[in-house]
């Protein structure tokens, strides 16, 4: 008979688990302090999306977690970020097996899974008949607070920054390289409940780059329009979305595919450091339904 040991995370835990025991692990615990803090943010603030977040009450200080994001668009697969402190991997395998908090009959994406957690997913899939494949492996980026909130940037005379509206989701979706994976109740979720900036010309007001704050609490969905890249603008607004996250006690992070050099050199330039561990992105699927 299978136990279940987790349990749902209430606000009060919150503050406690994240400050005290996901920081002993810190800077690799950011994906999932800023995923925890952002899901409470969201829930007191009627998003489109769903946050159930779990743990072991009855044994806080081993840092298991996982956290499940679903959306209104039954098509696209629940987001799962999980954790737990270094040294608990075989407790984590037996509770990844065992929870019925987790549907395994619907497509998953477990994002951002620490390396050393890696197998222990990859034996629990096979464990139970099911397919798993790499979305893609990310790189870690990351800044703390206070330095964040430190830095300057000018903009140029000929355009300015502004807040990203409701009106630009259509846009910015169409844009969008991961459309495949995210919905675009993610973007009417960000552009209401978090930080979500775009640069606009002066001229006639077109929406040139942007970058937000995205459902996991880090930076993400950073755009420039092929037409008006090479100009500085990806740094100019990952420095604006930088700044103000830090503005607001966040410490950002960016999960940016290795293949990306782009932007993992660019997010050099405006400071960000880079962790030296890749945390894959891995797609769970029924193989019966997962097609070719």
């Given at each position: 008979m299978r136990s279940e040991i987790l349990e749902?995370?209430?606000?009060?835990?919150?503050?406690y688990f994240c400050e005290q025991v996901l920081k002993r692990d810190w800077p690799n615990s950011i994906h999932a302090y800023n995923f925890i803090k952002n899901a409470f943010r969201w829930m007191s603030k009627n998003s489109a999306s769903s946050y159930k977040l779990y743990y072991i009450s009855n044994d806080v200080e081993n840092g298991t977690f996982i956290g499940i994001l679903s959306r209104p668009e039954e098509e696209y697969p629940d987001v799962?970020?999980?954790y737990t402190c270094p040294g608990n991997e075989e407790q984590f395998r037996r509770?990844?097996?065992?929870?019925?908090?987790?549907?395994?009959?619907?497509?998953?994406?477990?994002?951002?899974?620490p390396i050393r957690m890696n197998a222990v997913l990859e034996t629990t899939v096979e464990e139970k008949g099911l397919k798993s494949k790499l979305y893609f492996n990310t790189v870690l980026?990351?800044?703390p607070a206070n330095v964040a909130a430190r830095l300057d940037y000018e903009t140029p005379e000929d355009v300015f920054i502004d807040k990203l509206s409701l009106d630009h989701i259509?846009?910015?979706?169409?844009?969008?390289?991961h459309s495949d994976i995210y919905p675009k109740s993610d973007l009417w979720d960000i552009v209401r409940l978090n930080i979500s900036l775009g640069i606009f010309s002066r001229h006639n007001g077109e929406l040139l780059a942007w970058a937000m704050c995205g459902n996991y609490g880090?930076?993400?969905?950073?755009?420039?329009?092929?037409?008006?890249?090479?100009?500085?603008?990806?740094?100019?607004?990952v420095l604006a979305v930088t700044k103000e996250m830090g503005?607001?006690?966040?410490?950002?992070?960016?999960?940016?595919?290795?293949?990306?050099?782009?932007?993992?050199?660019?997010?050099?330039?405006?400071?960000y450091t880079k962790q030296s561990t890749i945390l894959p992105c891995v797609v769970v699927e029924d193989p019966d339904i997962s097609g070719p």
């Open positions: 749902e995370m209430p606000e009060a835990i919150v503050e799962v970020v999980t509770m990844l097996f065992n929870t019925e908090h987790i549907n395994w009959q619907k497509k998953l994406l477990f994002q951002a899974i980026k990351w800044m259509d846009f910015i979706y169409s844009q969008w390289t880090g930076l993400s969905t950073l755009v420039v329009q092929k037409d008006y890249r090479r100009r500085g603008f990806g740094k100019l607004i503005e607001n006690g966040v410490s950002p992070h960016a999960l940016i595919s290795e293949k990306n050099n782009v932007s993992l050199s660019l997010f050099k330039n405006v400071g």
